[in-house]
């Protein structure tokens, strides 16, 4: 069956270090995988997309990684801050489908 | 200005009942979708539509049922509301609908069946 998965425990780490965030499937051929940040009581935004023959994509402090051959993205924040505290979703297309299928989410909370 | 906005934000109502949700989008995007997320905030595409036109219907109870009268606006008509029904349901918004440039949301609708 085809799977979308995140790690459902929270990840909680101090500020300034650096998250990683796992995002694995099975059973898709995506075009390529996106990336959303959702708030307690708001709607998921978009942050980052990757394409399949991409190995890794930047923007300010996020990266994201994309290995088609482990079925796997890594998502990091660099020097993280408190206000990066949200859950972090993945979200990836399969080829021809024309839908975004979500992850389930994994929530971040970076203290002080 | 609102880029994907969705009325009302709450919606409180009895089982049985038929309810509407609207959506507008101001970004010039061509496809607009319905996602539900449920209480394990897992979120599940219901539909899509492209410039006005079907183009995903999940497998979704036909008590579900979208109309897009432009390609701005993507509304959802439900009849006879259950108490599996209660969810918080998102609009959302791409260019195309091959969406590689991210999918704009709404802040979603919390519907209570009770």
């Known amino acids: 069956s085809q799977k979308i998965e995140q790690n459902s425990e929270a990840l909680n780490i101090q500020e300034g270090k650096t998250a990683t965030l796992t995002c694995n499937y099975t059973n898709y051929s995506p075009a390529y995988l996106q990336w959303y940040r959702q708030d307690p009581g708001r709607g998921p935004v978009f942050l980052l997309l990757i394409r399949e023959n991409e190995k890794e994509k930047r923007k300010e402090r996020l990266k994201v990684t994309f290995d088609t051959t482990l079925k796997q993205s890594l998502f990091h924040i660099t020097a993280s801050q408190p206000a990066d505290s949200a859950t972090y979703l993945c979200a990836l297309e399969n080829t021809g489908f024309q839908k975004l299928v979500f992850g389930t989410g994994t929530r971040l909370l970076v203290s002080p | 200005d609102t880029a994907v906005s969705q009325t009302p934000k709450y919606l409180v109502t009895q089982m049985g009942n038929d309810k509407s949700i609207k959506c507008e989008q101001n970004l010039g995007h061509d496809t607009m979708y319905w996602y539900k997320q449920d209480s394990k905030k897992f979120l599940k595409i219901m539909f899509s539509?492209?410039?006005?036109?079907?183009?995903i219907n999940e497998t979704v109870p036909n008590r579900f049922s979208p109309k897009s009268p432009d390609k701005a606006h993507l509304n959802l008509h439900i009849n006879s509301l259950e108490l599996g029904d209660s969810a918080v349901y998102f609009c959302?918004?791409?260019?195309?609908?091959?969406?590689?440039?991210?999918?704009?949301f709404g802040s979603g609708t919390r519907l209570t069946v009770v």
């Open positions: 539509y492209n410039n006005k036109e079907l183009i």
């Open positions: 959302a918004s791409s260019q195309d609908h091959q969406g590689a440039q991210g999918y704009t």
